[in-house]
Structure formats: C-alpha cells, structure tokens
C-alpha cells in the first residue's frame, strides 16, 4: 500500500494567516493527489484534485501543488470558516490511502 | 444535486454482522460513470476506504478487509450495502459511503456511527 504522510498533525494559527500543509507518498503517484477538508461531525468535502485543480465552489484562497511523492495545501489567508482537519489522499493506484490527517485550530 | 445517505444499525455484538444501506438520491446508481464506495473512519482517525462497486456488481476491496467484506448493489432502489463479517471492537467506527469518480470522492454521505458491542 502507499502510505500518505502529513505534516504537521496540528497547527494553530491565526485569521488571515497564511497556511502551509505538507503531503509526501511513500512512493511516487505523478499527480494523483487530492486534498480533503472534514469539520467536527462532518464528511469530508473534496478541496483540490489532481494536486492543484480547484473543485467547484471551493475558495481561490485554496491551492493545491506538487508532483511525484510531495505535495502542498496552502490557504493563502485563513478564514473562521477554514478550522478543520484536511487529508491527502492518494488516486493513483488501489488501495485508495489517506493521510492521517492535519487539525488547523485556532491561535 | 447527488445526495447520499446510510442507514442501519448503530450497534453490532462482536462477531456478527455488520449490515449498511447507502440510498443514492438526485442520480441514478446505473449511470455508469461512478463507483460507489464505502469508507470508514475510526474514533478521532484517519480515513480508510473499504470497497466500491460498480453498478454492474462488480467489486473491489482493500485487501485489508477483503476476506470479511461484501458490497453489493440493487439498482431498481437505487442503493449499494455493504456487510462486514466477524466484527470486533476495531471495527467500530464512522461509516461513510461516498460515489467515487475520475479518481476523487466527490459526493459523500453524512456518515453512521457503529459501535461494536456486546
């Protein structure tokens, strides 16, 4: 299986910060990376597929880069409404993996 | 807009059966451009995809729980279940299904906690 590891497992940080997610694969996957946001009691909504297509209806102020086994999330300015967990996940070959996930809280 | 929703038990006794019902609304299950899939995520952890099917019946699992899991669809109700044999206390967790297409898990649904107990 391809293990997705993230960093850092939390972060705290402030309103209109700017926020970087880091995602390595335990192997190469080319651009097969999507990134999920997951609020308490929630399903997860997809942010970013492809390592750096923007989903519809998601805020610009999400990006999404990277290529081959490291990838980025970046919130150029955090929002009240952006406090919640984000995964990667791996689409690039069966067993689909996730991340163990990284918990933006507030500072 | 697709919605998704599970039902069934919220609590099993260990070694039975656990049994799920995703009813897909607002999208036909026979479109043929999606799997349908079920993922689970334990207590206050990641995410773990379990399996998906193809309207078709055809399947496939996570090789960590194939030997236990049946997913299975009825396209004339518009729903995919989902069975998971010999449940333990590990398997307690958030069950989710979730429609997978062109590599991303686009629609989810709001998920049911199961709690494995006697």
């Known amino acids: 299986d391809i293990q997705m590891t993230q960093s850092p497992s939390s972060l705290s940080a402030s309103v209109g910060d700017r926020v970087t997610i880091t995602c390595r694969a335990s192997?190469?996957?080319?651009?097969?990376l999507n990134w999920y946001q997951q609020k308490p009691g929630k399903a997860p909504k997809l942010l970013i597929y492809?390592?750096?297509s923007l989903q519809s209806g998601v805020p610009s102020r999400f990006s999404g880069s990277g290529s081959g086994t490291d990838f980025t999330l970046t919130i150029s300015s955090l929002q009240p409404e952006d406090f919640a967990t984000y995964y990667c996940?791996?689409?690039?070959?069966?067993?689909?993996?996730f991340g163990q996930g990284t918990k933006v809280e507030i500072k | 807009q697709v919605q998704l929703q599970e039902s069934g038990p919220g609590l099993v006794k260990p070694s039975q059966t656990l049994s799920l019902t995703c009813t897909v609304s607002?999208?036909?299950?026979?479109?043929?451009?999606?799997?349908w899939s079920w993922i689970r995520q334990h207590p206050g952890k990641g995410l773990e995809w379990i399996g998906y099917i193809y309207y078709s019946g055809s399947t496939y699992y996570n090789p960590s729980l194939k030997s236990r899991v049946t997913i299975s669809v009825d396209t004339s109700e518009n729903q995919f279940s989902l069975k998971l044999s010999s449940v333990t206390a590990a398997d307690t967790a958030v069950y989710y299904c979730?429609?997978?297409?062109?590599?991303?898990?686009?629609?989810w649904g709001q998920g049911t906690l199961v709690t494995v107990s006697s």
């Open positions: 192997q190469t996957i080319s651009t097969y």
């Open positions: 996940q791996q689409s690039y070959t069966s067993p689909w993996t």
């Open positions: 607002g999208g036909s299950i026979s479109s043929g451009d999606y799997y």
């Open positions: 979730a429609r997978r297409g062109d590599s991303i898990f686009d629609y």
């Open positions: 492809a390592a750096s």
